[in-house]
């Protein structure tokens, strides 16, 4: 006697979790189609480029001006120290040092402030990609923007004092 076994059923894959949840019938969407997203906004990255040129640049001209300013002060420096004695200075210098001194700071608050906060809300821009590559050169400026304002400065110094001469 002699038996046979049965036919083999038609074979069906295992079940996965969106199938499990897949209403009877329906047709379930292949593993690799992209999922739509909206359209992500470059806002976040245009504000924080924006915000660390304008401390750069800003910054950068309070920087000169203040050292064109410094020629009306130069020549009461002492000239083996460099040094200025204020009790010395006639009235007019006085103020002269005094709009040198405040420019100064308010070069580099000025591009503190803006720089600083161009610089985090690139990196967040960068890290949420909304706006990845315009937070990056904000990034870029706000770093590097010390060094332009230090010679903005140093350039308005040096054209300030040689201009006296």
Do not use: C
Request: net charge neutral; no cysteine.
């Amino acid at each position: 006697m002699s038996t046979t076994p049965p036919p083999p059923e038609p074979y069906e894959p295992p079940s996965t979790r969106s199938d499990a949840h897949a209403a009877p019938g329906a047709y379930a969407a292949p593993a690799y189609a992209p999922e739509h997203r909206a359209p992500v906004s470059k806002k976040l990255g245009v504000i924080a480029f924006v915000a660390a040129l304008l401390g750069v640049v800003i910054g950068a001209i309070l920087a000169f001006v203040a050292g064109l300013q410094t020629a009306g002060i130069a020549q009461y420096a002492d000239t083996s120290t460099g040094q200025l004695d204020p009790n010395t200075l006639p009235p007019g210098a006085e103020q002269t040092a005094i709009a040198v001194g405040v420019l100064s700071v308010a070069a580099f608050a000025v591009y503190g402030i803006l720089g600083l906060w161009g610089f985090i809300q690139g990196i967040v821009a960068a890290i949420k990609n909304r706006g990845r590559g315009w937070g990056i050169a904000a990034i870029v400026i706000a770093v590097l923007g010390g060094i332009v304002v230090i010679t903005a400065l140093g350039v308005g110094a040096a054209a300030g004092v040689g201009s006296t001469m």
